[in-house]
Structure formats: C-alpha cells, structure tokens
C-alpha cells in the first residue's frame, strides 16, 4: 500500500454493538443493519395553518369597485352610413333634445323622394279608379253593362286604394330613416367618450357616443360567492374612494346580480346616498359591507372555509398537536359545522378555541404525520 493512501472499508454494526453507537446512528436517520442497504427518513411535509376563533358579532368585509354615473347612456345611429359631423367632444355638457352627430343622408333624402313620388303616382291611380267604379256601377244600375264588368270595376278600386295604402306607409318609413341619420341627447349630461371621427363608416347599433347624466352616482364591486349570499338589497355600506382620503360616504345596496360575471364575481351596485360633487365616474374606491349584525352576544367559534374537508364519513379538519420550533402533528377529527360568514364556517361541534388546523393539502396529509407550520 503507498503512503499517504488508507483503503476504503464499509463498516456494519451488529447486534452486539453498543447503544450508543445505535443512537448515534439513528439520529442522523441513516443506518446499516447486517446486508442492509442504508435507509433514508422522508421529508417533513411543510403545512400553512390557521386558529380556531370566535366569530365578531358584526364583521365586516371590503371589496374595490369603481364610480359610475346613475344613467350611462351609448349612444348610437339606427342604421348605417358615412358619419358627416359630430358636434361634441370629451368634457362637453349637452342639454336633453341637442343634436350630437350626423350621417350622410343624401341617399336617404333620394329615397323618401322616390317614395313621395310613389305616392303621388298612387293617388292618382286610386282616384282613377274610384271615377271608373262610379261610373259602372250607374250603367249597371241602368242594365247597360254587365255583373262582370261591375265586379271587375270594383276590384280595380280595391287594387287601387291598396297600392296607395301601401305607397303611404313606405314615405312614412322613409321620412322616420331621415330622422335616423341624426342622435340626439336623451337627457341632459356629460360626454364621456367619441368613440369615431369624421368620414368613418359606422355600422348600425355600434356606440358613437357615451353620456353619463343625472346627479346620482354608482359603485359596482365584484363580490365572491362566500358572501353573496349575505348581502341583500337595501343594504346599508360605506364607500371610500383613493382620489378622496379621508372621507367616507353612506350608500345602499341597490342591485344584486343573480349569475358570475367573467371575473368569477357577482356585481353588485350600491348607490350613494349623499354623493359628492367631487366623486366622478371612473374613479376607483372601495366599498365596506358589515355582516352577522343580530348574532347571539355569545361568539360561536369559525374554522376557515380551506380547512374543512369532506368525504364519505362527513366533514372533517386535521388538528395540529405537539408543536414545537416550528414542528408539529396532524390528527383527523371529524367536526360539525354550520352556516358560511364572512370568516368560515361557524363551528357547532369538533374544535375548541385556538386550536390550530390545516388549511392547505388536506388530501395529501395522513393521521399522526409530523409536518412543519407555515403561517397562513
């Protein structure tokens, strides 16, 4: 053997080694028995947690939302065409009945000409043949024509009248497209957007104009379906706005929507009993709601809604034992609890005050399991 060189010897404790060699061993969770392989402990699975609590009597909860105008009106031209003018811009104040924009309306000024003329030429048709009628029906009155020529006489007036009835109607529709070539203000507002230009081509129905009118002002806020269920209509909230510290404003509830929208939400639009001169549509703020008023003056206690799980056997939590620097155990303990509030489930039976219990990877954890506590 060269110097500076020790040979490599695998070593194995028997049964007859000393105890404390085994310890040793068995605290670094590596070992050999006779012909074993080395063994190798599993990870400490890392748990978030939460502290069984009593529930507030009145809690309160807030969810962002954004100002908009009591009335928003889109406004936009019955039919289409080549937009010719438009008479307001962004920031401009318009009283009820103003004209807002125009459409070329030379190919529909030449219809309601040719349907005048229609007209006309219907007039004279039906007087013609009401003349010829008047006069048939005094030969036949006299026996100088006959029934047939009569009955014929008397369906040309009935054509007649028909076609002018009907050249009638089409100068009144053409007359009502003229008016569709021009918006007009519903009420008295703000314009708040021009969505077009001059000589664009717009098709009918498509927004050109955005109004917001009236003094009342709104606030739609998403809220998640945990809570929806305890809000109802007349309400009473508050809302705050950033762009206005300090100041807070009482609102009511005045719609609910009964399906998600896309964000997984249910809007919901409070109004502003008081609102101030300074709130503007668009500004961004938050609105206050209050749950649990009238609740017994005897807190109940609340588990949060990600640590209940359920199975077969009913609903059940993992109750976290022994804890110590930072470790602990999970135990399954069936529970029973009762309706949603703003922080959980109201507990009726399974859990005592300031128990701590899992909230995350419930189905991945097992009875008696060491874990290591990450606070929720």
Known sequence: MKRGFMSKRKLVFCPGMRKAAWALLAATGMWTGCGDEPQVAEPIRPVKYAEVRPASAVQSQRF?????????????????GLIESIHVKVGDRVHAGQRIATLDSRDAVLAHQGAKAALENASMQKANAQSRLIRVRQLYQADNVSLAEYEQAKNGFASATSGYESARKSLELQGRQLGYNEIHAPVAGIVTAVHNE???VI???????????GEDIEMEVGVPEGYIAQIQTGQPVRVRFSALPGLNFAAQVREIAYALD????????VKLDAPSPAIRPGMAGEVEFRFGAGEPSEDPLVVPVKAVGADANGQYVFVIDAVDNGMGTVHRRPIRVGKLVAD??????GLAERELVATAGLRSLLNGMQVRLLQE
């Open 64 to 80: 962002a939302g954004t100002a908009k105008a009591g009335i928003e009106a889109r406004l936009s031209f019955r039919t289409g």
């Open 198 to 200: 001059v000589n664009e």
């Open 203 to 213: 098709q009918a129905g498509s927004p050109l104009v955005e109004l917001s009118a």
């Open 262 to 269: 896309a964000s997984s939400t249910y809007p919901v639009i």
């Open 344 to 349: 959980g489930f109201l507990v009726e039976e």
